[in-house]
């Protein structure tokens, strides 16, 4: 029962363009939803976060977008570089729970 | 500000021994997870500790899985007898105020069991 999917495994864009990655969920109780980013073989480092209230959350080149009626959250990273390359991980929380679910993530690489 | 330390970075053991992981969290944090991240998915968490106290454990294998975190800062993870399928990233994360999101994690601990 995967309640936090990411369907893409991979994603390849060039070097200043956009990358787009998606979430989907399940679980209508979700209340806060995180990114991650992970570099091999170093443990994941928080990107940025959204709560349910909010339909959007910007931090520089990062903004992540929630539509709770498709139960769907996408992390826009605008312009891209080659440091983006990483593998991205959509992490949710369920309301009065500490605990993040997790997706499979995806591998972002960006191309100089 | 140091972060969240983990040791051992790498450990090799064959089916049926022991093993143990030790975390040592970021000074003042008071919630403390460790999650199991098989190669081709996401972290899973096994155990919750709020300061000593266990918070969530409802996924820990508790057959052959045991952690404890006696003074409320470092924990030890514990496997035994270990199974192919423990092959996995021990992750050590955690958290200062219980009411963010946000996990501070470690480098983690690579386990291959052959």
């Known amino acids: 029962d995967q309640q936090v999917k990411q369907n893409s495994p991979s994603l390849s864009v060039q070097e200043g363009r956009i990358s787009i990655l998606n979430c989907d969920y399940t679980?209508?109780?979700?209340?806060?939803f995180l990114w991650y980013k992970k570099y091999p073989a170093e443990g994941p480092t928080f990107l940025i976060s959204?709560?349910?209230?909010?339909d959007k959350n910007e931090d520089g080149r990062f903004t992540v977008f929630l539509n709770k009626s498709a139960k769907h959250l996408s992390l826009h990273i605008v312009p891209s570089q080659p440091g983006d390359s990483a593998v991205y991980f959509c992490?949710?929380?369920?309301?009065?729970?500490?605990?993040?679910?997790f997706g499979k993530g995806t591998k972002l690489t960006v191309n100089p | 500000e140091a972060g969240v330390a983990q040791s051992p970075r790498y450990k090799i053991i064959e089916k049926r021994q022991s093993v143990a992981f030790w975390c040592n969290p970021i000074s003042g944090h008071a919630t403390l997870y460790w999650y199991q991240q098989i190669l081709g998915q996401g972290p899973k968490l096994l155990i919750q500790?709020?300061?000593?106290?266990?918070?969530?454990d409802s996924q820990l294998p508790k057959d052959r899985f045991s952690a404890e975190r006696l003074k409320g800062v470092d924990s030890t993870l514990k496997i035994q007898p270990a199974k192919l399928e423990d092959s996995a990233v021990y992750l050590c994360?955690?958290?200062?105020?219980?009411?963010?999101?946000?996990?501070?994690f470690g480098e983690g601990s690579r386990l291959t069991v052959l």
């Open positions: 992490a949710a929380r369920q309301g009065g729970s500490e605990k993040l679910v």
């Open positions: 994360a955690s958290k200062k105020n219980i009411n963010t999101g946000e996990l501070f």
């Open positions: 959204i709560s349910s209230i909010k």
């Open positions: 500790f709020q300061n000593n106290g266990v918070v969530d």
């Open positions: 679980n209508s109780m979700f209340d806060y």
